[in-house]
Nanobody, 114 residues
Framework: QVHMVESGGGLVQPGGSLRLSCIVS????????MGWYRQAPGKQRELVAT???????YYTDSVKGRATMSRDNMKKTVYLQMNSLKREDTAVYYC????????WGQGTQVTVSS
């Protein structure tokens, strides 16, 4: 069973930055298209960004220009750099494959508030 461990969240003021990390215990990690997802209170989980093995990326409109997804295949880790954070970015952030595995990590809480 695949395991994901997300970290890097926290409380940040509007306009601030965070770098999220996710370690993935998958043997063939380097071949897998990975994504960052988030779930805000009372809302459905949404796909925020994806990064394929060929380095192609996708960003949902609400984070375009503010988010950068990257990966380190040797460390089996994906990252999400979020800048110019807004209150509406407040959510629990998860990483998973695209399309996702059945299992999910615990996520990392991002709270944007003054």
């Amino acid at each position: 069973q695949v395991h994901m461990v997300e970290s890097g969240g926290g409380l940040v003021q509007p306009g601030g930055s965070l770098r999220l990390s996710c370690i993935v215990s998958e043997r063939y990690f380097s071949y897998i298209k990975m994504g960052w997802y988030r779930q805000a209170p009372g809302k459905q989980r949404e796909l925020v960004a994806t990064l394929s093995s060929d380095s192609s990326t996708y960003y949902t409109d609400s984070v375009k220009g503010r988010a950068t997804m990257s990966r380190d295949n040797m460390k089996k880790t994906v990252y999400l750099q979020m800048n110019s954070l807004k209150r509406e970015d407040t959510a629990v952030y998860y990483c998973n494959k695209v399309p996702e595995w059945v299992s999910w990590g615990q996520g990392t809480q991002v709270t944007v508030s003054s």
